[in-house]
């Protein structure tokens, strides 16, 4: 499992809880569920991996901080120098997440799945689409071919969408809230778009009748899963109804239906914002708690 502490920046008073990083690892090591010698911290993306997905312009004002205020506002984070620090490791924790997966079958990252990063701007908390990122990085090393994103989070993945439209080695699969943010969601490879108080039933029957088909059709060596915690009838940024347990149903069929057809697994976090923070910390966990089987 991937972590590290700087991933908690201060943001100010706000609804994304950066803190829930370091909650949910406080929680892992109390409940026994991992130990301090499962958490691997992991270096930062390099320029090149970057690259592979940014545009150097867009590049260049994360490093020199050269941001417009109509920029930062469709970021919707303030900017800063950790953020960009944190956003960059961040990136070289889903690779190194990816990596383990690769070898080990599974592999969970205590972050990532900033979905809403396109190649040239940062926009809804997100500023580097680290699973692209990570995506990208894999293939050009050697260590994987074809890829999947499985894509869970409430909100559609516009970024990831958008940056693998005609990549023929990567599918991208969203299935989310479709009258919610994003206004404008850049086609998939497969969206669904859910309506308002979709609940537990319906969602698992839509996952379940759309999900195996796509991936027994590419056969992925590898699928990020990105595990988010939104769709939660409590949340405040989702208008979904799913239950902490359709949640974790969620979790287990995705992660048992990789299982079923050898591919390997990396978890990513995504999104999360309940009413009651310990909601949201209760989810990630159980989310980790499933993929590794504990």
């Not at 383990?100 to 990252?109: C, D, K, N, Q, W």
């Not at 559609?156 to 699969?173: L, S």
């Not at 974790?248 to 992660?255: I, M, P, S």
């Given at each position: 499992?991937?972590?590290?502490p700087?991933?908690?920046v201060?943001?100010?008073?706000?609804?994304?809880?950066?803190?829930?990083?370091?909650l949910v690892?406080?929680?892992?090591?109390?409940?026994?569920?991992?130990?301090?010698q499962?958490?691997?911290r992991?270096q930062?993306?390099?320029d090149?991996?970057?690259?592979l997905v940014?545009t150097p312009?867009y590049?260049?004002?994360i490093?020199?901080?050269?941001?417009?205020?109509?920029?930062?506002?469709?970021?919707?984070?303030?900017?800063s120098?950790e953020l960009?620090?944190?956003?960059?490791?961040?990136a070289?924790?889903?690779?190194?997440t990816?990596l383990?997966a690769?070898e080990?079958?599974t592999?969970v990252?205590l972050?990532?799945?900033?979905?809403?990063?396109?190649p040239?701007h940062?926009?809804?908390f997100?500023?580097?689409?680290?699973?692209?990122v990570?995506v990208?990085?894999?293939q050009?090393?050697g260590?994987?071919?074809?890829?999947?994103?499985?894509?869970?989070d409430?909100h559609?993945?516009n970024?990831?969408?958008a940056?693998?439209?005609r990549?023929e080695r990567t599918?991208t699969?969203?299935?989310?809230?479709e009258?919610?943010y994003?206004?404008?969601?850049?086609?998939?490879?497969?969206?669904?778009?859910?309506?308002d108080?979709t609940?537990?039933?319906e969602?698992?029957?839509r996952?379940?009748?759309?999900?195996?088909?796509?991936?027994?059709?590419?056969?992925?060596d590898?699928?990020?899963y990105?595990?988010g915690?939104d769709?939660y009838?409590?949340?405040q940024?989702?208008g979904l109804?799913?239950?902490?347990e359709?949640?974790?149903?969620?979790d287990?069929?995705?992660?048992?239906?990789c299982?079923?057809?050898?591919?390997a697994?990396?978890?990513?976090l995504?999104?999360?914002?309940?009413?009651?923070?310990r909601?949201?910390?209760?989810?990630h966990?159980?989310t980790?708690?499933?993929?590794l089987?504990r």
């Amino acid at each position: 499992m991937v972590y590290d502490p700087s991933y908690e920046v201060d943001i100010g008073p706000h609804v994304f809880p950066t803190l829930k990083y370091r909650l949910v690892r406080e929680r892992l090591l109390a409940e026994g569920i991992v130990s301090e010698q499962d958490l691997i911290r992991p270096q930062p993306a390099t320029d090149e991996e970057l690259a592979l997905v940014h545009t150097p312009e867009y590049l260049r004002k994360i490093e020199q901080a050269d941001f417009s205020p109509l920029e930062i506002m469709l970021l919707e984070v303030p900017f800063s120098r950790e953020l960009a620090a944190a956003s960059r490791l961040c990136a070289g924790g889903s690779i190194l997440t990816g990596l383990l997966a690769l070898e080990r079958g599974t592999a969970v990252h205590l972050g990532g799945g900033f979905h809403h990063a396109f190649p040239d701007h940062g926009e809804g908390f997100c500023l580097i689409n680290d699973v692209a990122v990570a995506v990208r990085t894999l293939q050009a090393r050697g260590e994987m071919d074809r890829a999947a994103v499985v894509d869970l989070d409430v909100h559609h993945g516009n970024g990831t969408a958008a940056i693998f439209a005609r990549d023929e080695r990567t599918v991208t699969f969203s299935m989310h809230q479709e009258w919610n943010y994003p206004s404008v969601k850049p086609r998939g490879d497969l969206d669904i778009g859910l309506a308002d108080g979709t609940g537990d039933a319906e969602y698992l029957r839509r996952l379940s009748a759309s999900l195996p088909g796509l991936l027994e059709n590419h056969r992925p060596d590898l699928a990020f899963y990105l595990a988010g915690a939104d769709p939660y009838r409590e949340d405040q940024l989702g208008g979904l109804d799913l239950s902490l347990e359709g949640l974790a149903e969620r979790d287990g069929y995705v992660l048992g239906l990789c299982r079923d057809l050898g591919i390997a697994a990396a978890v990513v976090l995504a999104g999360g914002y309940a009413r009651d923070t310990r909601d949201t910390i209760a989810i990630h966990v159980a989310t980790v708690r499933t993929a590794l089987g504990r």
